[in-house]
T-cell receptor, first 113, second 110 residues
Framework: DTAVSQTPKYLVTQMGNDKSIKCEQN?????MYWYKQDSKKFLKIMFS???????INETVPNRFSPKSPDKAHLNLHINSLELGDSAVYFC????????????FGSGTRLTVV | QKEVEQDPGPLSVPEGAIVSLNCTYS??????FMWYRQYSRKGPELLMY????GNKEDGRFTAQVDKSSKYISLFIRDSQPSDSATYLC??????????FGGGTRVLVKP
């Protein structure tokens, strides 16, 4: 049973397209995150949601819009994709107050051509 | 300057050697300190965590935190080829925001 699952694993698309990445967790955690990992392996937080409420919204272009229909799901929609959006996007979840219990998904490798 | 600095490596060691990794940080608000391991094309997985200065041991892994120097370390004893991965330090402030170092790539050669 996968704890944090993301779909798709790979996504190749053309510039200007709109795409979505889905994430689901079955750990019962109340907080979910999107992280972006660039080509140099640097992981940077983009968004976090706690019980469907947006908590963290880092400096991310507004072409990126997260949506959390319930606390087990956090999707990421990206409009008008650009070459610089190519990266690996990781979803993660944790229980508020745990301080350390982040569980990551296996990532979605997005390539914009 | 990044909040968390980590040497990118690669760090190449022979099997059985001790691997020594470290990170420095600038934000005194960091409360929890973690080490994650990331294999190629996989998500990071939690190895060790601590919230106070001092040492914490778990099998072949020892994590050290020195809050006065804003410095954390991870030691891997009796390294194995299966330890070859990227190791990321990470730190948490209030609000559960996890800030990562850039990762150190480790290669353990048989």
């Amino acid at each position: 049973d996968t704890a944090v699952s993301q779909t798709p694993k790979y996504l190749v698309t053309q510039m200007g397209n709109d795409k979505s990445i889905k994430c689901e967790q079955n750990l019962g955690h109340d907080t979910m995150y999107w992280y972006k990992q660039d080509s140099k392996k640097f992981l940077k937080i983009m968004f976090s949601y706690n019980n469907k409420e947006l908590i963290i919204n880092e400096t991310v272009p507004n072409r990126f819009s997260p949506k959390s229909p319930d606390k087990a799901h956090l999707n990421l929609h990206i409009n008008s994709l650009e070459l610089g959006d190519s990266a690996v996007y990781f979803c993660a979840s944790s229980q508020e107050g745990s301080g350390y219990g982040y569980t990551f998904g296996s990532g979605t490798r997005l390539t914009v051509v | 300057q990044k909040e968390v600095e980590q040497d990118p490596g690669p760090l190449s060691v022979p099997e059985g050697a001790i691997v020594s990794l470290n990170c420095t940080y600038s934000n005194s608000a960091f409360q929890y300190f973690m080490w994650y391991r990331q294999y190629s094309r996989k998500g990071p997985e939690l190895l060790m965590y601590t919230y106070s200065s001092g040492n914490k041991e778990d099998g072949r892994f020892t994590a050290q935190v020195d809050k006065s120097s804003k410095y954390i370390s991870l030691f891997i004893r009796d390294s194995q080829p299966s330890d070859s991965a990227t190791y990321l330090c990470a730190m948490v402030t209030a609000g559960n925001k996890l800030t990562f170092g850039g990762g150190t790539r480790v290669l353990v050669k048989p």
